[in-house]
């Protein structure tokens, strides 16, 4: 009976321990504060980046007060550990135009390379108007990089995710590609908003790589849209390209046929696609019902329950990376 109590007292002393060395690893965390009247650390968004540690294995914070910072931002690979985090999910806001036009080598808003990123509760918006070409609000070149509670906005491209990228209720706005790179990337309670007609997805991962998986998201539009395709891609230049809606609801505006094949390059046809993944599991209306499946494009596919319950878990889909709750 000793021995218990002597084996009780052990679990507890080392619960306690754990406690306090996570209490202290919280503790340690250094905050760095912007805000644009200077009552903060640094009045910009990059100077505070450029003060972070680098190659830090102790997690940085970076507090944006409410304010609009017209600056373009780059989080470079050293400074990596990194969370950037608004006082209010919009009324902290990073806006400017930035695109391929102003600046082919580095078009979008937001630039994330450094691996362990967190950004939270803030706005992005490429403010580039309709037709100026390709322009990010957010670029990620990085590994297990985590978007909460954010919104993003642009026309053209607004979510380049080059990674692995865990992305929870965040609001993403645009019309043409606007999810797309070559990363694979978990979508969890997101909303997308179409503002024309367009394409959502265009996914460019490589053999074997699971790409863009969409679970429990919404699929939302302006009245004037009438035709968007869920995804888009040319099966000769990406054939293994994936993407995957599990328990997603969708608007009117969404395409009967749901996919699009691309003509190859100097082709009239898409050309073959025996190793494309368009993937659905019980897709509805905005208002729960039943989506209507039957004109889907042929090489689309619908997942059976135990294959939407793996994609389900965000460790398979991210390789073993299960995110934190911050």
């Known amino acids: 009976m000793a021995a218990l109590r ?74 990596k550990t990194l969370t950037i985090r608004g006082e209010d999910r919009r009324g902290t806001i990073i806006a400017a135009s930035n695109n391929a036009k102003l600046n082919p080598r580095r078009r979008e808003l937001f630039s994330v390379a450094a691996d362990d990123f967190v950004l939270e509760n803030l706005t992005l918006h490429n403010t580039t108007p309709k037709g100026g070409s390709q322009a990010e609000a957010i670029r990620v070149q990085a590994d297990r990089v985590i978007l909460r509670d954010c919104d993003f906005k642009s026309f053209q491209d607004t979510l380049r995710l080059d990674g692995r990228v865990y992305v929870r209720d965040c609001y993403v706005e645009g019309d043409v590609d606007y999810v797309w ?35 429990d998201c919404t699929l939302t539009a302006t009245p004037h849209v009438e035709r968007f395709f869920l995804a ?26 749901g996919w699009q094949l691309d003509q190859a390059p100097g082709s009239h046809e898409p050309g073959p696609a025996h190793h ?51």
């Not at 888009?232 to 046929?257: D, K, Y």
């Open 232 to 257: 888009r891609i040319e099966p000769v230049r990406f054939p293994h390209s994936h993407v995957a809606f599990i328990n997603c609801a969708m608007g009117p505006h969404a395409s009967l046929v």
């Open 276 to 326: 494309l993944r368009f993937e659905e599991f019980r897709s509805t209306d905005l208002a729960g019902n039943s989506w209507v499946l039957s004109h889907r494009l042929a090489v689309a596919r619908q997942l059976s329950v135990d294959e939407a319950m793996v994609l389900r878990r965000i460790d398979h889909v991210l390789g073993g990376w299960l995110p934190g709750a911050r």
């Open 181 to 215: 790179g070559s990363g694979t990337v978990y979508f969890d309670r997101c909303t997308f908003h179409s503002v024309n007609n367009g394409y959502l997805v265009q996914s460019r991962n490589g053999a074997g790589a699971l790409g863009y998986v969409f679970v």
């Open 6 to 79: 002597l084996a009780g007292m052990r679990h507890w002393f080392l619960l306690a321990l754990a406690g306090l060395t996570l209490c202290a690893s919280r503790a340690s965390a250094k905050t760095l504060t912007v805000a644009a009247d200077g009552s903060g650390d640094f009045k910009t968004v990059q100077t505070a980046i450029d003060a972070a540690p680098a190659d830090s294995a102790e997690r940085t914070i970076i507090l944006i007060r409410r304010g609009t910072f017209a600056e373009l931002v780059v989080v470079p690979r050293e400074k």
